[in-house]
């Protein structure tokens, strides 16, 4: 959707503008456009208490029934109610390993639309399209997938045998751009657009309500007269009702905030690794490539560099039996290639050499050839000769010499297009916007942010503490429901004033007929 041709650049208010075109909002558009869940005839869900609730008004949809009082007993692997809640119904036990039927059906019901639009960097799938192509995702397949369309069976057509139940980050990319294509959601969505700012509009002298004022650039394509084109980056102005605020948190690389950070061998990102490989400047005889951090994507990192033999360092806060390490957390039948790497981080840990012999880092001899961690290390300095300075809980020191570093310890969310970045948003008001410890403080059953400048402003996916996309879901549940309660009331208002016109234009008429 080109928005310079649409009339919405008028002053038109519009219901809604979600930001963020990935699952979270590919999913709120799904439930927006009049896609509504219902208890199917008949059905069962193995928990009894919330086969009792849903009982008892089985003609309601689940957008209209009371979530808090649904949510009230569950229990799951998500700190929000409802995201607890919708996972269940989808996919119920699924913790268990259990492929359960789900109790809800889907119906489509134009009259519950919300007109809406869905603004983008790129095409529908946001961040997972810029994601490495083969490797294997974390989640189960099923729990990537979103309402109405399976993903088992998507990707059973697209590819000959489905051995696993995880599927590659190009194919879960492509089965969200499929997935808006297929549920006829493209012309909720505008891609190539970037939100410089959100602000709010007061009530202005004619009486109209406040609202929500987002601005941005569009980029397209302009034909020139010779026939070729140059892209352009158009800006545009919408105003809203409600704003949601769905864009992830993978825009800008945590960094550690060392000497040396900003050296050229000194890299934030997997992909400069994989250009790296790409151009053949890393191989077996290439000094260590230093990996930093202990999450998944640093872990791909490690697999990526030991599939060409080059050696590797790796070094990371916590201790490999740590609890809350990622892979301690892990099934191993399900995941043998993030098993691989702690392994790896187990077996063949830096042991500190006496000091006279202290030349390079040493470790017992292993399978793992090349690959050397260095558990509860902390990078101190880079130096220009590529040289790394690595300090141990314990105050010694190992300097290291490496080809490239890649320090992978997360990243935050791109909250620009807020004042301050969005900073008064967060549970804690002092602290930037992240995912884990400091995400947007909204309300638990309605996902609307708690601390905005007016109603109406709503956040939710990774914004909110939900990374997984099972999870995700919940969010955008939360949000329509509120939506739809609001548009209810807002039609029995309407109705109200309706009746009250009506009457004062019937005394009006009696009175003239008696006069």
């Avoid at 602000?199 to 987002?214: F, K, L, M, Y």
């Avoid at 990996?291 to 490999?320: E, I, K, M, Q, W």
Wanted: one cysteine or more; aromatic letters at 6%.
């Amino acid at each position: 959707m080109d928005l310079h041709d649409k009339e919405i650049l008028s002053e038109e208010v519009l219901p809604v503008v979600i930001i963020g075109n990935g699952p979270s909002g590919i999913c709120l558009s799904y439930l927006l456009s009049g896609y509504t869940p219902y208890l199917s005839l008949g059905a069962t869900h193995p928990n009894p208490l919330l086969q009792s609730k849903l009982g008892e008004q089985p003609h309601l949809s689940l957008l209209e029934q009371d979530l808090e009082y649904l949510c009230e007993g569950l229990e799951g692997r998500s700190s929000n109610p409802v995201a607890v809640l919708f996972d269940s119904l989808l996919l119920p036990d699924s913790d268990f390993g259990v492929e359960r039927s789900s109790p809800l059906e889907w119906r489509f019901e134009a009259k519950r639309a919300i007109p809406h639009l869905v603004l983008g960097k790129g095409p529908p799938g946001g961040a997972w399209h810029a994601m490495e192509g083969s490797m294997l995702t974390l989640s189960l397949a099923n729990w990537m997938e979103l309402p109405g369309l399976k993903l088992k069976d998507w990707m059973r057509d697209k590819r000959r045998n489905v051995r696993n139940d995880r599927a590659t980050p190009a194919e879960i990319a492509s089965y969200y751009q499929h997935y808006v294509s297929q549920m006829s959601l493209e012309q909720n969505f505008a891609c190539g657009t970037t939100v410089a700012s959100i602000t709010r509009q007061s009530e202005d002298q004619e009486g109209s309500p406040a609202c929500w004022r987002v601005t941005g650039l569009q980029r397209r394509d302009v034909e020139l007269a010779d026939g070729s084109s140059v892209s352009e980056d158009i800006p545009f102005s919408l105003l809203a009702h409600n704003v949601v605020m769905a864009t992830g948190t993978h825009d800008i690389p945590a960094c550690l905030g060392v000497d040396g950070e900003s050296l050229p061998f000194v890299c934030h990102s997997f992909w400069d690794l994989e250009a790296s490989i790409s151009r053949g400047e890393l191989d077996q005889s290439s000094d260590p490539v230093l990996v930093v951090g202990a999450g998944l994507t640093a872990a791909d990192a490690v697999l990526a560099a030991h599939h060409l033999n080059t050696p590797v360092y790796h070094a990371f806060r916590r201790s490999v039996t740590d609890p809350g390490l990622i892979f301690n957390q892990l099934p191993k039948l399900l995941y043998p290639e993030y098993h691989k790497v702690h392994q790896m981080m187990t077996q063949q840990q830096h042991r500190p050499a006496p000091p006279q012999s202290r030349h390079s880092p040493s470790s017992p001899s292993s399978s793992y050839s090349g690959y050397l961690s260095f558990p509860r290390h902390k990078v101190v300095e880079f130096r220009p000769d590529r040289k790394c300075v690595l300090e141990s809980d314990s105050g010694e020191r190992t300097v290291v010499q490496v080809s490239k570093a890649l320090v992978l310890i997360g990243a935050h969310p791109n909250l620009s297009f807020l004042p301050d970045n969005g900073l008064s948003l967060g549970i804690n008001h002092d602290e930037p916007i992240t995912c884990r410890r400091n995400p947007i403080e909204v309300d638990p059953f309605t996902n609307e942010v708690v601390s905005a400048d007016g109603p109406g402003m709503y956040a939710m996916g990774p914004l909110v503490g939900e990374n997984f996309v099972r999870f995700l879901k919940g969010g955008a549940l939360a949000i329509a429901s509120d939506l739809a309660k609001r548009q209810r009331v807002g039609k029995e208002d309407e109705l109200v004033d309706g009746c009250v016109d009506q009457r004062v234009n019937t005394k009006a008429e009696i009175s003239t007929l008696v006069s």
